[in-house]
């Protein structure tokens, strides 16, 4: 019997010799193990083949809700990486990757050799959200361990140092501990300005959360619009355009 972990890697090599139809892919959107809807979501994000007029049509093929929602969450990823792809003089800025990150310490984590960061949240457009997921352990960067920087700073100030010190564009490898297993992932950094101009951080008590800017979801409202638009029916009373874009919203401690 061919378990989820070897249908994903099987998955993998498919999509990177091309013989994985976009039809399959669909298909796979709904797949009941959660691991392998996960794994051809990623796979899509990351897809540089792939258009938004396809995309689209995928999105008129889907069958289920499971199906249409991540087709939007992929809709919008793509939308707000292309804005970023777009930017120019960011250069020589400090590089992001897009997380809501919470300090982990070795006490809570036994198979920490050292303390980590734990990846509450990704961040659509940001390098982190096809690669990274929520309740990865990150615990090193460029095979450096994370400790605490100081006695005032702790580990996910110590993550944050080591991050904005690569610059915008560079490859950042991270040892992650995924469902109790180690593995190493290498994602390029954004700049961080972007990241300050899709987001925003607001407060309601004790609560914070970061929320998409106004800026952003202009860019997504015309991509959603888009996304959502149906072929011309013959009969126009066939048509309605459904336009309830994702809910996007995230609590964390902190961000980067």
């Given at each position: 019997?061919?378990?989820g972990?070897?249908m994903?890697?099987c998955l993998?090599?498919?999509?990177?010799?091309?013989?994985?139809?976009?039809?399959?892919?669909?298909?796979?959107?709904?797949?009941a193990?959660?691991?392998?809807r996960?794994?051809?979501?990623?796979?899509?994000m990351?897809?540089?083949?792939?258009?938004?007029?396809?995309?689209?049509e995928?999105?008129?093929?889907?069958?289920?809700?499971e199906?249409r929602?991540?087709?939007?969450?992929?809709?919008?990823?793509?939308?707000l990486?292309?804005?970023?792809?777009?930017?120019?003089?960011?250069?020589?800025q400090?590089?992001?990757?897009g997380?809501?990150?919470?300090?982990?310490?070795?006490?809570?984590?036994?198979?920490l050799?050292?303390?980590g960061?734990?990846?509450?949240?990704?961040?659509?457009?940001?390098?982190a959200?096809?690669v990274l997921?929520?309740?990865?352990?990150?615990?090193?960067?460029?095979?450096q361990?994370l400790?605490?920087?100081?006695?005032?700073?702790?580990?996910?100030?110590?993550?944050?140092?080591?991050?904005?010190?690569?610059?915008?564009?560079?490859m950042?490898?991270?040892?992650?501990?995924?469902?109790k297993?180690p593995?190493?992932?290498?994602l390029?950094t954004?700049?961080?300005?972007?990241?300050?101009k899709?987001?925003?951080?607001?407060?309601?008590?004790?609560?914070?959360?970061?929320?998409?800017?106004?800026?952003?979801?202009?860019?997504?409202?015309?991509?959603m619009?888009?996304?959502?638009k149906?072929?011309?029916?013959r009969?126009?009373k066939?048509?309605?355009?459904?336009?309830?874009?994702?809910?996007?919203?995230?609590?964390?401690?902190?961000?980067q």
């Amino acid at each position: 019997m061919i378990t989820g972990v070897q249908m994903v890697l099987c998955l993998a090599l498919l999509t990177q010799t091309g013989e994985l139809s976009l039809s399959t892919r669909l298909d796979q959107l709904d797949h009941a193990d959660y691991a392998i809807r996960q794994q051809v979501t990623e796979q899509l994000m990351q897809e540089t083949q792939l258009t938004d007029d396809q995309l689209n049509e995928l999105f008129h093929q889907a069958q289920t809700p499971e199906q249409r929602y991540r087709l939007e969450e992929i809709a919008m990823h793509r939308c707000l990486k292309a804005w970023i792809s777009q930017v120019e003089n960011y250069s020589n800025q400090p590089g992001s990757i897009g997380i809501q990150l919470a300090e982990v310490k070795p006490i809570s984590q036994p198979l920490l050799e050292s303390g980590g960061v734990m990846v509450q949240d990704t961040l659509p457009g940001m390098p982190a959200h096809e690669v990274l997921r929520a309740g990865d352990v990150i615990v090193e960067v460029n095979q450096q361990p994370l400790v605490a920087a100081s006695d005032k700073q702790g580990i996910d100030a110590s993550f944050k140092n080591l991050v904005q010190a690569h610059r915008a564009g560079t490859m950042i490898e991270f040892k992650v501990i995924r469902d109790k297993q180690p593995i190493t992932v290498s994602l390029p950094t954004a700049p961080a300005p972007a990241l300050g101009k899709l987001y925003e951080s607001k407060r309601v008590g004790s609560q914070a959360s970061i929320t998409l800017s106004k800026f952003a979801r202009d860019l997504w409202h015309k991509r959603m619009v888009e996304l959502f638009k149906q072929p011309q029916p013959r009969n126009a009373k066939d048509s309605e355009l459904s336009a309830n874009p994702i809910s996007i919203q995230w609590h964390a401690n902190a961000s980067q």
